[in-house]
T-cell receptor
Framework: GQQVMQIPQYQHVQEGEDFTTYCNSS?????IQWYKQRPGGHPVFLIQ?????EVKKQKRLTFQFGEAKKNSSLHITATQTTDVGTYFC???????????FGSGTRLQVQP | DAGITQSPRHKVTETGTPVTLRCHQT?????MYWYRQDPGHGLRLIHY???????DKGEVSDGYSVSRSKTEDFLLTLESATSSQTSVYFC?????????????FGPGTRLTVT
């Protein structure tokens, strides 16, 4: 079945440093979504990417979808303590109804 | 936040007992999902529903059943709970299906099976 791998599992950065998490799918995706989960909270939708090579920005967050639609990345510029949490990618295989989530990257930001 | 509630929020039960978790939405969304979250595994889909009485299995459906008799309610049942089902369970909803619209998650239910 479809697998979505996410690296790294954990990253600890100093406030102001950049952060990147990567997501790789074993199959071609029709779209990919990104979610953020704060400690003790529930996942919250950040963005959806659909087109090959698509790049979207939300303030300090930059999301990319690979040309082959099998990988994606989330980059945070100049991290802040409010960025703390776990970031999940979730991909949808072509023809399937459901999303497959990556295992997540937990980000810790040291003030 | 979307109008999604889950009950109970916390439950401790013994191995072999039946358990039912409830997800209730006030958004009139068509699609509803049950996930479990375990350390190192992210969110794994258990079952989902694309309408009243229409459900389908996810990747980890063994040991779980679901029912949806009304648009607003999606029930997850563990017929005979096992320790491996200790987890945090999240319900999610969306309106256009997973291909074109984000999922809204409920607050979660922490289930411990002793």
């Amino acid at each position: 079945g479809q697998q979505v791998m996410q690296i790294p599992q954990y990253q600890h950065v100093q406030e102001g440093e950049d952060f990147t998490t990567y997501c790789n799918s074993s199959t071609t995706l029709s779209n990919i979504q990104w979610y953020k989960q704060r400690p003790g909270g529930h996942p919250v939708f950040l963005i959806q990417l659909v087109k090959s090579g698509e790049v979207k920005k939300q303030k300090r967050l930059t999301f990319q979808f690979g040309e082959a639609k099998k990988n994606s990345s989330l980059h945070i510029t100049a991290t802040q303590t409010t960025d703390v949490g776990t970031y999940f990618c979730a991909g949808q295989d072509t023809g399937r109804r459901a999303l497959t989530f990556g295992s997540g990257t937990r980000l810790q930001v040291q003030p | 936040d979307a109008g999604i509630t889950q009950s109970p929020r916390h439950k401790v039960t013994e191995t072999g007992t039946p358990v039912t978790l409830r997800c209730h939405q006030t958004e009139n969304h068509r699609y509803m999902y049950w996930y479990r979250q375990d350390p190192g595994h992210g969110l794994r889909l258990i079952h989902y529903s694309y309408g009243v009485k229409d459900t389908d299995k996810g990747e980890v459906s063994d040991g779980y059943s679901v029912s949806r008799s009304k648009t607003e309610d999606f029930l997850l049942t563990l017929e005979s709970a096992t320790s491996s089902q200790t987890s945090v369970y999240f319900c999610a909803i969306n309106d256009r299906g997973p291909s074109s619209y984000e999922q809204y998650f409920g607050p979660g239910t922490r289930l411990t099976v002793t």
